[in-house]
């Protein structure tokens, strides 16, 4: 069993989430992978080892009560929890003009909500302990207006609200919140699009260095923030998006 506490990933079954639970139990951690389906990480379409630092886990973020169910599970089975990515998410797109109400309410609920009831549910522990991380998965599109993307755009933005609210208002229980704003990032579901098609046209107008960014590097960036000692560090949206936000 590792000495190092557990961490908590929503949205560990595939894609980015996959690639910070397994870059985190190379790191010595034990990680709750959380996801709809329970499923152990899979990358490139292969699922990641059995191992007893990756503990799968079924539990639906959007559900009230959901994430406070699955921290006390944990904790029945040993486990100190130390820390929460909450990196589930959903991207759905749909005209401004039109969107349905139960489109706003999908995406909210699964970008959003599930962050402000993932982190109540998270304080007592992290509190307890006087000592404890939480990261954010936001978006560069936080700051941007995108066609079609009003409600996605205004979950994230909520994200980076929500991170800097909790930094502030639990910096004195020893807890720090820092989000991830990550540009265009290739991984097992958009391949297609990332690699062919208009997209691929406009990243490479768009991204300096012409590449999306991988899951990996999401990964590895989240893993030195929970592995360096900068208790100073708080508050912060972090952008990983190759200098497109700053491209003129
Ligand atoms: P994927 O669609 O590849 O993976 C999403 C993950 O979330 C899956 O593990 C899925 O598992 C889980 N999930 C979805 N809904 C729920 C739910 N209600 N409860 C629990 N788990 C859920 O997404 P990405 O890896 O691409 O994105 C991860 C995060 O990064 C998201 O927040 C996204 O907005 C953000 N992001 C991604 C970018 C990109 O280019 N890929 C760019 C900027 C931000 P299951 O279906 O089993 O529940």
Same mark, same amino acid.
């Not at 961490?7 to 996959?18: H, L, P, Q």
């Not at 590097?217 to 190759?242: H, Q």
């Given at each position: #069993? ?7 990933? !929503? ?6 989430? @996959?690639?910070?639970? %397994? +870059? ?27 191992? /007893?630092?990756?503990?799968?886990? @079924? ?18 089975? *040993?486990?100190?929890?130390?820390? $929460? ?22 995406? #909210? ?5 599930? %962050? ?25 599109? /936080?700051?941007?207006?995108?066609? +079609? ?26 807890? +720090? ?5 990550? *540009? &265009? ?6 391949? /297609?699009?990332? !690699?062919?098609?208009? $997209?691929?046209? &406009? ?26 000692? %900068?208790?100073? $560090?708080?508050?912060? !949206? ?7 936000? %700053?491209?003129?």
């Amino acid at each position: #069993m590792s000495t190092r506490p557990c961490i908590v990933v !929503t949205g560990a079954s595939r894609g980015i989430g @996959a690639a910070i639970s %397994v +870059r985190l139990a190379e790191a010595g951690f034990t990680v709750a992978c959380l996801s709809r389906s329970g499923a152990l990480p899979t990358l490139g379409g292969v699922a990641a080892p059995a191992s /007893e630092l990756l503990v799968p886990m @079924a539990c639906d973020i959007t559900r009230t009560g959901a994430m406070v169910e699955a921290l006390a599970e944990l904790t029945r089975r *040993g486990l100190q929890i130390g820390g $929460l990515i909450n990196n589930a998410g959903v991207h759905l797109d749909a005209p401004a003009a039109s969107a349905s109400l139960a489109h706003y309410e999908e995406v #909210m609920s699964t970008n959003a909500t599930s %962050v402000f009831l993932a982190c109540q549910a998270v304080y007592p522990y992290l509190a307890e302990r006087k000592n404890g991380l939480i990261v954010n998965m936001g978006s560069f599109f /936080e700051k941007l207006g995108v066609k +079609r993307n009003l409600a996605y755009c205004a979950s994230k933005a909520a994200v980076g609200a929500m991170t800097r609210c909790l930094a502030v208002e639990w910096a004195g229980d020893g807890i +720090r919140v820092l989000a991830i704003a990550p *540009g &265009y990032i290739h991984t097992d579901l958009n391949h /297609e699009a990332m !690699t062919a098609g208009p $997209l691929r046209a &406009y990243l490479d107008k768009r991204i300096p260095g012409k590449q999306p960014g991988t899951a990996d590097e999401v990964a590895r960036l989240v893993t030195a923030l929970f592995t360096m000692d %900068v208790p100073f $560090l708080s508050g912060e !949206t972090i952008t990983i998006d190759g200098a497109q936000g %700053v491209a003129h």
